[in-house]
């Protein structure tokens, strides 16, 4: 279902938005915390640990991904936005082309260069193998992951986050299903299936989405002469694209060195923060989805020149962010952190426990400033500013240096923690004067000659 965001009341417009994305945000990570649940129980604490180490370079590849998918989706929803469908099915199409084309090499350089990268990271002997046998099968799946990706943003560009919800909690149930089937029931401990289980539940529901988008989507078919290769709609695209897509890697690349520092501790403090970190994620996802709907909003508003209503929906995700990082997320995580933390390993695993409970409550008091970040990252990116979102990342990636390059060395583990809150308040500082300055520019523009 197509939504026009630039008419009616905005909280309950982005309320609607928000829900299928935050319930489709809770699948994915029911089924990543699945993955850890399977692997820690039912495998090995070092398995736990060697499908953890990976976490930061996955997110550098696959970020990266995700990243240049919405941000080829943001001149589509500027000109939906704006009336316009012939061009927004124009750069829909170059969108389509630009994904083919980095699919390739984003799989080819991956097959070459990942154990180097693992090596590189000082991931310990004793579960190097493991984690390159993860890690490859699921950057085998890196066409696919683009393929869902660039569907699932191309509707939300335009307003619908309900369908990409649906497939989403189908590749999360099949997944779950295809893990506890290899490992529990075939009794194969080996963590090559849990990869396997990820792409294969990321093709079904690609493939799956596909058929929907042709069958329901007539916005979404083109002519031959939308489908034609434009080199002016791609160089909008990649000006948008590829900066987000640096962004999450940008990030992605501090969050590994910080991962190379910590695999220096060993196993324990490994396993530790990975299951601090998919705790975390589920908690902030929330705040996230919020992020991801000021993007569409503020895209679909900034086609239709309603700069007033940008800032009224600043404003209200703004409260909402406060109300959860406060009420929700940092009781939470204060006051059930060792709870929490037995989930993914047994009882006996107290050094574990111990780690988890206090990276939780540095987490507590910190879940506002991600909150405000991702709201600003994400609202830059909508009006089409991917490149001052970037140079937040930079931000992110100086304060994950500097935790890698000292806070480690002399706090061991408890210095690890406070990687995210430092980059995350460090990136608000870049990303709220920048804000208001692109909002006076715009609106200049607007008045002058009329944005578009």
């Given amino acids: 279902m197509v939504r026009d965001m630039t008419k009616g009341r905005p909280l309950p417009i982005m309320i609607r938005f928000t829900i299928p994305l935050l319930l489709g945000t809770i699948f994915q990570q029911l089924y990543n915390m699945a993955d850890t649940v399977i692997v820690g129980r039912f495998i090995s604490p070092d398995a736990l640990a060697a499908v953890g180490t990976t976490g930061a370079l996955n997110f550098l590849v696959l970020g990266f991904t995700i990243g240049l998918c919405s941000g080829f989706c943001i001149p589509v929803s500027q000109r939906f936005g704006a009336g316009d469908i012939n061009e927004m099915r124009r750069f829909a199409a170059n969108a389509v082309y630009l994904c083919a084309f980095f699919a390739v090499i984003l799989t080819t350089l991956t097959m070459l260069f990942t154990r180097q990268l ?13 984690s390159y ?4 099968f699921i950057f085998g799946g890196i066409p696919v992951a683009i393929v869902y990706n660039i569907q699932a943003c191309l509707l939300r560009a335009l307003g619908d986050s309900k369908t990409p919800l649906y497939f989403l909690a189908l590749s999360s149930l099949i997944n779950i299903v295809l893990n506890l089937l290899f490992v529990v029931v075939l009794g194969l401990h080996d963590v090559r299936y849990i990869g396997l289980g990820t792409v294969i539940a990321q093709s079904v529901s690609a493939i799956l989405c596909f058929i929907y988008i042709r069958r329901s989507f007539p916005i979404l078919r083109f002519t031959k002469e939308e489908m034609k ?10 000006s948008m694209g590829v900066p987000m897509g640096l962004q999450f890697s940008i990030t992605a ?4 060195i910080l991962q190379k520092a910590i695999n220096g501790l060993g196993t324990i403090a490994m396993a530790s923060l990975t299951t601090g970190n998919r705790i975390s994620l589920f908690l902030f996802m929330p705040m996230e989805t919020v992020g991801l709907t000021m993007a569409t909003f503020c895209g679909q508003n900034l086609g239709a020149q309603k700069l007033a209503r940008i800032r009224q929906g600043i404003r209200i995700s703004m409260l909402v962010q406060l109300a959860y990082s406060v009420l929700v997320a940092g009781v939470v995580s204060w006051f059930f952190g060792r709870s929490l933390a037995a989930i993914f390993v047994g009882a006996a695993e107290t050094q574990i426990i111990e780690n988890v409970a206090f990276q939780l409550r540095v987490m507590a008091v910190s879940f506002f400033s991600i909150g405000v970040l991702f709201i ?9 500013y991917s490149m001052m979102a970037m140079t937040a990342g930079f931000c992110e990636l100086a304060a994950r240096l500097f935790v890698a390059f000292f806070l480690v060395e002399r706090f061991g583990f408890q210095g690890a923690v406070f990687a995210g809150p ?4 460090l990136a608000d500082i870049v990303l709220i004067p920048a804000y208001f300055v692109i909002m006076k520019r715009l609106k ?7 944005l578009f």
């Fill in 133 to 136: 046998s993860y890690i490859i």
């Fill in 444 to 450: 200049k523009k607007i008045e002058t000659a009329g």
């Fill in 376 to 384: 600003f990252r994400n609202s830059l990116q909508g009006l089409g």
């Fill in 118 to 130: 693992l090596q590189f990271m000082d991931v310990p002997e004793e579960i190097i193998d493991m």
């Fill in 253 to 256: 690349l501090g969050s590994l």
């Fill in 422 to 425: 430092l980059s995350w308040v």
């Fill in 229 to 238: 290769f434009s080199a002016k709609h791609a160089k909008k695209l990649l």
